[in-house]
């Protein structure tokens, strides 16, 4: 419990410091910033509801990151840009609810000033809380003594890992095996052989140790670790069982708890829970906000260009497999005469794109005003419906036909894996003019490598695309 104290109190003792760089990096916007004939308090009063919500928003977007977790194993990159990404997350997101539920929204001068000042401030507090830390680690204070329970290669691996990073903090006693031969395991490490698993209730009582490593295959030494955490439960002591269940490729693992049962999650797919539920509600204040905007002069405009030059409804609407294989109905402003699906079976012969879909550069049941449309992306307009109701994202792969899917392979089939999106990579890497392995490969790296900066640099070279109309048909 004093353990779980302490570790509340540096948590809560960091979060303060962070705020204070939030609040120094607030006053310095002011000073710097502030406008002519108007008092500095009246230019804090107008910004201060922006600052709140920033402050709130950073607070769940760091703890999401684990910035208020300190793991020895942290490396300096992970560090930088899950500092980074917070801060991004949290200035984005604020000015979104500011500008949603106010009229006032936040000035751009202010958001960019800001935006620096508190990345710096906080990024050089991180930075100087890390060296001092790892300082005092290298100078032998803060030190936490391992003993590693078997001999083998993993064990082995384990000392590399720990050898090659004094900065850790980490100090291996020795090891314990039943075998005295497998020494050799570690003999360009030099590592002290302790004595058996038997003897290792002894040396916990009479030694002093702050963590035991179990590096012994579960299989075959299942009661032995099963006593060996018990003997280190019944003291106090942290353990740590280094796991091998079986190679996976892509799969990140993590501990998670389904009431009191723990559970070992394996997953390809983003589980950034706050970053997750910050997505969403960015697609839904930015979908809310582009139907307000639009729905009320765009729609009607584009309607009646589309009853002027052909018999039909306005909007197409098509089923789409979405996340794990849902259907949804997506909606889109109609390009293409009425009986474009009918006619469909007729031009299969031209199709031009490789893999289980239907391109055609010139494709005759495209309309005058539908081309037009496609030129400028207006014909995916009435998706924002999509993104407001959930069914869709505003970054992630395009959603296909039910056709479609059941022609993909087991592995293309990953990329129903998340939502689907009005843009994704393949529509800023060239969109119709990419080859179907090559929109897979694209899509499933943007699985791997989702981020909420991924999405936000998506949709900026998405509005470049766009204007362009490069690759649109």
């Known amino acids: 419990m004093a353990v779980r104290r302490r570790s509340r109190l540096i948590r809560l003792a960091v979060a303060f410091c962070d705020l204070v760089c ?36 950073w607070c769940g977007a760091a703890t999401d990151q684990q910035l208020f977790a300190f793991p020895r194993e942290d490396n300096l990159k992970r560090l930088v840009g899950a500092v980074l990404k917070s801060v991004v997350v949290a200035l ?8 949603f539920f106010t009229r006032q929204g936040v000035g751009r001068e202010f958001f960019l000033t800001f935006g620096i000042l508190v990345l710096a401030f906080i990024l050089v507090f991180r930075l100087a809380l890390r060296v001092f830390l790892e300082y005092a680690r290298k100078q032998g ?68 140790v702050d963590e035991v490593y179990i590096c012994l295959p579960v299989r075959s030494h299942y009661e032995k670790i099963r006593r060996i955490a018990f003997l280190c439960e019944g003291v106090g002591l942290p353990v740590r069982l280094v796991a091998e269940l079986f190679p996976l490729r892509l799969a990140r693992s993590h501990l998670a708890h389904f009431d009191d049962l723990p559970l070992l999650s394996l997953s390809t797919t983003p589980e950034a829970h706050g970053q997750l539920l910050m997505k969403r509600l960015i697609d839904f204040s930015v979908s809310s906000l582009g139907l307000l905007a639009t729905g009320w002069w765009l729609f009607p405009i584009v309607a009646a260009l589309i009853k002027l030059e052909s018999r039909g409804p306005v909007f197409f609407k098509q089923e789409r497999v979405g996340q794990n294989g849902r ?147």
């Open 22 to 57: 939030a609040v120094c990096a607030f006053a310095g916007t002011l000073l710097l910033l502030q406008p002519e004939g108007q008092t500095i308090q009246d230019f804090a009063r107008s910004n201060l509801a922006y600052f709140c919500v920033f402050v709130l928003v």
């Open 92 to 99: 984005i997101f604020s000015g979104f609810v500011i500008t």
């Open 141 to 208: 204070f803060n030190f936490r003594r391992v003993v590693v329970v078997g001999a083998n290669e993993r064990a082995r691996k384990l000392v590399d890992i720990i050898q090659s990073h004094l900065h850790y903090g980490y100090h291996i006693i020795g090891f314990v095996d039943d075998e005295p031969a497998r020494q050799e395991a570690f003999e360009p490490h030099h590592l002290e052989y302790l004595g058996s698993c038997g003897e290792l209730e002894k040396m916990l009582l009479e030694g002093v």
């Open 327 to 473: 259907r949804f109905h997506i909606y889109k402003f109609r390009s293409m005469v009425a009986d474009a699906e009918q006619r469909k079976k007729e031009l299969e012969a031209l199709n031009e794109a490789d893999g289980p879909v239907f391109k055609m550069r010139r494709d005759p049941r495209v309309t005058r005003v539908g081309s037009f449309l496609r030129k400028t992306s207006l014909d995916e307009l009435p998706q924002l419906i999509n993104v407001w109701l959930g069914h869709m994202s505003l970054v992630g792969p395009r959603p296909p036909i039910p056709s479609e899917v059941e022609q993909y392979s087991w592995e293309q089939r990953r990329r129903l894996s998340v939502r689907p999106g009005l843009t994704g990579l393949q529509q800023v890497s060239g969109r119709s003019d990419v080859s179907f392995d090559d929109w897979v490969a694209m899509d499933l790296a943007y699985i791997d490598e989702w981020s909420l900066m991924t999405d936000l640099q998506i949709m900026l070279l998405t509005v470049r695309v766009v204007l362009l109309g490069k690759g649109a048909r």
